[in-house]
C-alpha cells in the first residue's frame, strides 16, 4: 500500500466495485462512465496515504476515499455542462455523451452518494467527518461561481485568483488529507497540519497546471497548450500581467481579432517572459510547496511515509503532465 | 403552533432569517429567490407536525424542517431546468431569472445546505435521520429518472405511474414525516407509521394534483388545465385510459395534429369519462387516504394533533386548489 500506483489501483478497484441498482439504469450509467474514466485519484490517494502515515489500516478509510472521489467527479460533471466542454479524460463528457438533463440528475446523485459514502464511518467521527466535508463542498461551489464571476470581469487580481483556485481546487485536497487524519483519531493540530498540508499542496498543484497550459509541452501534458490565453482565463500569469503591464500590449494582443491563435500565444507568452512572470510563478509555487512541507514537519508519522508525502509534493509541483 | 397558519408563518420566517455570505452573491441570490417564493411549505409542515404531536417543541426540529425543504426546493430547481420549464410559483423560473448555470450551480449548493441543517440535530439523532435523508435523495432522483424516461415511452402502465411517483413525491413526504418522529424519541413502530401516513399521503396528494389537472377550475387551481394531456404526460388517468380503451379513439387524438388543443382536452376527457376514470381515480385518492388514516391509528397522540392530520389529509386529497 505504500507504492502509490498500488493506492491507486486500490481506488480503481473499490470504485469499479460499487454496486449500482439495475434501474433506472439512465440514472447509473453516467455515474458509472464518469467513475471509470481513470483520472489521478488525488484526492483519495491522499486520503488513503495520511490515514496509513498515521496507523490507519487504509481499508477503514476506503468509503470516505471514494466519497470525495465521488464528490469531486460530481463537480466536474456539473463544471463541465458550466463551461460547456466536449472532452473530459480524452472521452466526450457526459453531457456530451448522455444529454445535459443526464449530466444535471446523474451529477446530482452523485453529489448525494458521495454523502452516503462520507458518512460510512464510526459514529465518533461522523460530526467532524460531515462537519468539514459539506463546508468543504460549499467553499468549491464559491470557488466555481468565482471562477465564473471572473469571465466578465477584467479587473480581476492576482489575489482574488489565488483565493478562487483555493476554494475551487485546494480546500477539497485539505479536506481529503484532514478525512484522513480524522478517521486515525490524530489530534486536532495533526488534522490541522494535514489540511494546511493539502491545502498548500493544492494551491502549487494547480498553479503548476497554470504554468504548464502556457508553458508546457503539448506531448507531455496530454492537451493542447494556451488554451487559458485564447480563453483570456483570469489565471495568476495573466492578472499579474495586466497588473504590471503598462504598455498597453497585453490588452491589444489579446483583444485583436486580426492575431492568429499561435501568434497570440506566443505574444502573450513574450509579455509574461519580459515581465518575469513564468519564474515568479514558479517561485510561488515553491513557496507552497515548502508550506506543504513544513506542515508536515511537526507530523510524527514513519520516515517512509514522510518520504512519500515529499516526493508527492515535488512530484506534483514540478510535474511536465 | 396548532394553527397550521402559525406553522407555515414560523417557517417562513425561519426560512427567510438564513443567513448567507455576502460573496459570490451570484451564488447565493438564487437560492434566496427560491426560498422566498412560499409554497405551500407542505414537508416542513408535516415534519415539525409530527414532532409536536410526540411531544418535541418544534424549536428542536426547525433545522431538519428548513433542511428537507431546502432539498425539496433544490429539486425543483434543478427539475425546472430539465423541463424547460419558464415559471414557478407565478415567477419566471431560476435558469430564466438568472441563468442556466446559475441554476445549475445554486441547485448543488442547495443540496449541500440541505444536507448540513439536516445534520443539525443531538449526535444520538444524526446517524437515522442522516441514513433516511440520503436514501429518500436517492429515491426521488429515480423518481425524476422514470419521469424522464416514461417521456419517450408509450408502454408505460398504471402501476409503473404510480411507483414513479411515489418515488418521485411521496418519498421525500414520508421522510419529512419520520424524521420529524426520529428527532421526537419515538420508537422504531410510530417511526414507520409516521413514515407510512406520508407515504400514503404523498400518493394521494399527487394524485389529487392530476385530477385536478385535468379536471380543475383554472382559477382554482391557479394554473391552466388540461397541461398533462397536451403534454401526454403519463398520468395515471392516461396510462390507465391507454390500458383499457381498445378503439383507438385515444391515440388518434393525442396524435393529431389538426385538432386544437381545447378540443383535444374536451375530446380525451370525454374518454376518460367513458371510462370511468375520473372517478375510478378518486376511488385511488380515497384508498391512499384511508391508508394513511389507518397508519396513524395505532399512534397515541393528543386528540388536537391527530384531528389536525386527519383534516390534512382531507383537505389534501380533496383540495380544489
Redesign the interface.
Given at each position: 500500500m505504500t507504492d502509490p500506483k498500488s493506492i491507486t489501483e486500490y481506488i480503481d478497484r473499490a470504485l469499479s466495485e460499487i454496486e449500482y441498482?439495475d434501474?433506472?439504469a439512465?440514472?447509473y450509467a453516467p455515474v458509472k462512465y464518469t467513475l471509470d474514466a481513470g483520472g489521478k485519484r488525488l484526492r483519495p490517494t491522499l486520503l488513503l496515504s495520511v490515514a496509513k502515515a498515521l496507523g490507519l489500516n487504509p481499508d477503514k478509510a476506503i468509503n470516505q476515499a471514494i466519497g470525495i472521489e465521488m464528490y469531486h467527479n460530481f463537480t466536474l460533471l456539473?463544471d463541465d455542462?458550466?463551461d460547456n466542454a466536449d472532452l473530459r479524460r480524452g472521452r466526450p463528457t457526459v453531457h456530451r455523451r448522455f444529454s445535459t438533463?443526464a449530466a444535471?440528475?446523474s451529477?446530482?446523485?452523485m453529489?448525494?452518494?458521495a454523502?452516503?459514502y462520507i458518512?460510512r464511518c464510526d459514529?465518533h467521527h461522523?460530526?467532524p467527518v460531515?462537519?468539514l466535508y459539506?463546508r468543504t463542498?460549499?467553499e468549491v461551489?464559491?470557488g466555481?461561481?468565482?471562477d465564473?464571476?471572473f469571465e466578465d470581469r477584467d479587473d480581476v487580481t492576482p489575489d482574488e485568483y489565488l483565493n478562487m483556485i483555493r476554494l475551487k481546487t485546494s480546500v477539497l485536497i485539505g479536506c481529503a488529507c484532514e478525512i484522513g487524519a480524522i478517521l486515525a483519531d490524530a489530534d486536532k493540530e495533526t488534522c490541522k497540519a494535514f489540511y494546511d498540508f493539502g491545502l498548500y499542496l493544492g494551491l502549487g498543484f494547480q498553479l503548476r497546471d497554470d504554468v504548464l497550459d502556457t508553458y508546457g509541452d503539448p506531448i507531455l501534458f496530454g492537451k493542447q497548450i494556451g488554451g487559458d490565453i485564447l480563453n483570456k482565463k483570469k489565471t495568476w500569469l495573466l492578472t499579474m500581467a495586466m497588473s504590471l503591464d503598462n504598455t498597453g500590449d497585453l490588452n491589444r494582443v489579446l483583444s485583436s481579432t486580426t492575431v492568429g491563435d499561435d501568434e497570440k500565444i506566443s505574444s502573450v507568452r513574450a509579455i509574461y517572459d519580459r515581465l518575469g512572470l513564468k519564474i515568479k510563478c514558479e517561485e510561488l509555487i515553491a513557496d507552497y510547496s515548502s508550506r506543504a512541507l513544513k506542515a508536515l514537519a511537526s507530523v510524527e508519522m514513519p520516515s517512509e511515509d514522510r518520504q512519500y508525502f515529499i516526493r508527492l509534493i515535488d512530484k506534483l509541483t514540478t510535474r511536465n503532465s
Amino acid at each position: 500500500m505504500t507504492d502509490p500506483k498500488s493506492i491507486t489501483e486500490y481506488i480503481d478497484r473499490a470504485l469499479s466495485e460499487i454496486e449500482y441498482p439495475d434501474e433506472p439504469a439512465a440514472l447509473y450509467a453516467p455515474v458509472k462512465y464518469t467513475l471509470d474514466a481513470g483520472g489521478k485519484r488525488l484526492r483519495p490517494t491522499l486520503l488513503l496515504s495520511v490515514a496509513k502515515a498515521l496507523g490507519l489500516n487504509p481499508d477503514k478509510a476506503i468509503n470516505q476515499a471514494i466519497g470525495i472521489e465521488m464528490y469531486h467527479n460530481f463537480t466536474l460533471l456539473h463544471d463541465d455542462i458550466m463551461d460547456n466542454a466536449d472532452l473530459r479524460r480524452g472521452r466526450p463528457t457526459v453531457h456530451r455523451r448522455f444529454s445535459t438533463n443526464a449530466a444535471i440528475l446523474s451529477g446530482d446523485a452523485m453529489l448525494t452518494m458521495a454523502g452516503i459514502y462520507i458518512s460510512r464511518c464510526d459514529d465518533h467521527h461522523l460530526r467532524p467527518v460531515l462537519d468539514l466535508y459539506n463546508r468543504t463542498a460549499m467553499e468549491v461551489y464559491e470557488g466555481q461561481q468565482y471562477d465564473m464571476d471572473f469571465e466578465d470581469r477584467d479587473d480581476v487580481t492576482p489575489d482574488e485568483y489565488l483565493n478562487m483556485i483555493r476554494l475551487k481546487t485546494s480546500v477539497l485536497i485539505g479536506c481529503a488529507c484532514e478525512i484522513g487524519a480524522i478517521l486515525a483519531d490524530a489530534d486536532k493540530e495533526t488534522c490541522k497540519a494535514f489540511y494546511d498540508f493539502g491545502l498548500y499542496l493544492g494551491l502549487g498543484f494547480q498553479l503548476r497546471d497554470d504554468v504548464l497550459d502556457t508553458y508546457g509541452d503539448p506531448i507531455l501534458f496530454g492537451k493542447q497548450i494556451g488554451g487559458d490565453i485564447l480563453n483570456k482565463k483570469k489565471t495568476w500569469l495573466l492578472t499579474m500581467a495586466m497588473s504590471l503591464d503598462n504598455t498597453g500590449d497585453l490588452n491589444r494582443v489579446l483583444s485583436s481579432t486580426t492575431v492568429g491563435d499561435d501568434e497570440k500565444i506566443s505574444s502573450v507568452r513574450a509579455i509574461y517572459d519580459r515581465l518575469g512572470l513564468k519564474i515568479k510563478c514558479e517561485e510561488l509555487i515553491a513557496d507552497y510547496s515548502s508550506r506543504a512541507l513544513k506542515a508536515l514537519a511537526s507530523v510524527e508519522m514513519p520516515s517512509e511515509d514522510r518520504q512519500y508525502f515529499i516526493r508527492l509534493i515535488d512530484k506534483l509541483t514540478t510535474r511536465n503532465s
